[in-house]
Structures are given as structure tokens and as C-alpha cells.
């Protein structure tokens, strides 16, 4: 159980939250902040107002089941944030290791992707498979050291980036907050964690602020040597009962990303 990180992500969860999200009336003209009230939360949850005063304090044994089942449903916590915390109150179970094998399904799968460049990651976004045409488009992530296939570590030299308010760095903050709860003993994930904060506010931000909703979608550049600019989509699917995830990257059709897609296979063929 980590009870600091347990009583951050509760309080932060309960500041963001309104009055009106839980079925409370607003009431925003009496309240010095705009969240709720902890006695609130601890209502809502069927528990005492000092026992969750001693969680976001840290000084509260380890909640059961049954009170994080509460908590969850009195901060109305999504799928991704009640497996936080549970984790974080040490009563999910252990996870498997991230180093687990790709299965051969996904492997055969990415080869018949066609025009469609794709590659495999883990929970610590290392890419762990991919296929051509992914590699002629991002970069030869076979003359890669191990340790610098990883997306943070590819965006930090700039191989590739997110369009708009850099919506990837709040994406890789969410997944990883999941694996360094799934992994605290990860010091891999500590390291990587620890640069790409320095390197990225917006990563920075939204990891302290426990953001776990990972966004399915995303919009990427990546600056290709031959074709320029290229603005893809892109999408993450999860390889059903297992931690991988393949991602694969599209262009809308009649676009001059769509049309150097097509150039680049007909020149990997």
C-alpha cells in the first residue's frame, strides 16, 4: 500500500469533482472551493468523516474492498481509475511482467496490415514489434539499442509528435501511472518516467495529477526525411488478455498523407 500516493489521488480526484457530478446540490456560492467537501465524499461513501480524513492524510489503515468499491462510486471513478486505486491501497492482484512475449497472432497480424504502419508496445511503451512499413516510416527500430525503443525516448529526440495541446504526453502519463502501480518495483519505468517529466510539462502535470483515462486517439506528426510532414492518425487497440497494445497509424484518404503513405510502401516493396 502506498498511502501517499493513495491520499494524493484521492484528494485531487474530490477537487475535481462538483457537487452536481455526485447528485449533491451545487451550492457553489457558499464554498470557498469549487470541489467537494471531504465530509461530503465520506457521505457519499458510507464511511465516517475522519476516517477519510486519515486517508488523504495517510494515517488510515489499509482500506478494504468494500470501502474502495464505496469511494469509487462516491467519485464517480472510471474502469481505469478504480484499478489505480485499488492498486495503490494494495488490493489488486500482482501483475504480470511487462517483458511477456508478443503473441504470434499479433505478429502474423502485423505483417498483412498492408498500407497501414503499426507496432507493438508495452506497459512501458517500449516497442517490442512492429512491422516495414512502420519501420520506413518512424525510423529502423532494429539498429535501435534496446532501451531506446520506447516511445517517450523517441519523442524526446524528436522522431515523432503530438498535434494540438500535446495530447500524447497526457496519454503516456495515464498508461504509465497504471504500470508503475502495476510495477512499483520498476526502476526502468522510475528512470524513464523521471526524464520525460523533465522534458515534457504537460507530462509533468498531468502525473501528478494521477490523469488514468488513457485517450484511444490521437493525432501525430512525423517528419519524414523523403515525404515532410505527415499528419496521421493515431489508434490503440488492446490485445485482449494481455498488457500489449498495438498501435496503428492512418491517414485520411485524399490526403497528402494518405498519398506518401502509398508512395513509401510502393518504395519498401
Not at 488513457?214 to 515532410?228: A, M, N, S, V, W
Request: proline share 7%; with cysteine; net charge neutral.
Amino acid at each position: 500500500m502506498n498511502k501517499r500516493e493513495l491520499a494524493d489521488f484521492l484528494r485531487r480526484r474530490r477537487e475535481e469533482r462538483r457537487p452536481g457530478d455526485v447528485g449533491l446540490p451545487d451550492g457553489s456560492g457558499r464554498r470557498r472551493t469549487p470541489g467537494l467537501r471531504r465530509e461530503e465524499v465520506a457521505w457519499l461513501a458510507g464511511v465516517s468523516t475522519n476516517y477519510y480524513e486519515r486517508l488523504e492524510q495517510a494515517r488510515a489503515p489499509r482500506p478494504s474492498t468494500q470501502v474502495l468499491a464505496a469511494l469509487g462510486t462516491a467519485l464517480k471513478l472510471s474502469e481505469a481509475e478504480g484499478e489505480h486505486l485499488a492498486r495503490l491501497a494494495g488490493q489488486a492482484p500482482p501483475a504480470t511482467e511487462a517483458a511477456e512475449p508478443v503473441p504470434e497472432g499479433v505478429l502474423r497480424l502485423l505483417d498483412r496490415l498492408g498500407p497501414i504502419p503499426a507496432y507493438v508496445v508495452n506497459e512501458r511503451l517500449d516497442i517490442v514489434a512492429w512491422n516495414a512499413l512502420a519501420a520506413s516510416l518512424i525510423t529502423d527500430f532494429s539498429k535501435l539499442p534496446r532501451e531506446e525503443r520506447n516511445s517517450l525516448r523517441l519523442s524526446m529526440r524528436g522522431v515523432c509528435s503530438a498535434n494540438g495541446e500535446n495530447h500524447f504526453a497526457r496519454q503516456a502519463a495515464a498508461e504509465l501511472r497504471l504500470a508503475a502501480a502495476r510495477h512499483p518495483d520498476d526502476r526502468a519505468l522510475v528512470v524513464l518516467t523521471r526524464e520525460y517529466a523533465e522534458f515534457s510539462r504537460e507530462f509533468a502535470e498531468s502525473w501528478r495529477d494521477h490523469e488514468v483515462r488513457p485517450r484511444p486517439t490521437l493525432r501525430k506528426r512525423i517528419d519524414h526525411p523523403d515525404f515532410g510532414p505527415l499528419d496521421l492518425d493515431c489508434q490503440t487497440l488492446h490485445v485482449p488478455g494481455q498488457k500489449h497494445r498495438l498501435i496503428l497509424l492512418s491517414a485520411e484518404p485524399g490526403t497528402p498523407s494518405h498519398k506518401a503513405l502509398e508512395d513509401l510502401m510502393t518504395a519498401a516493396e
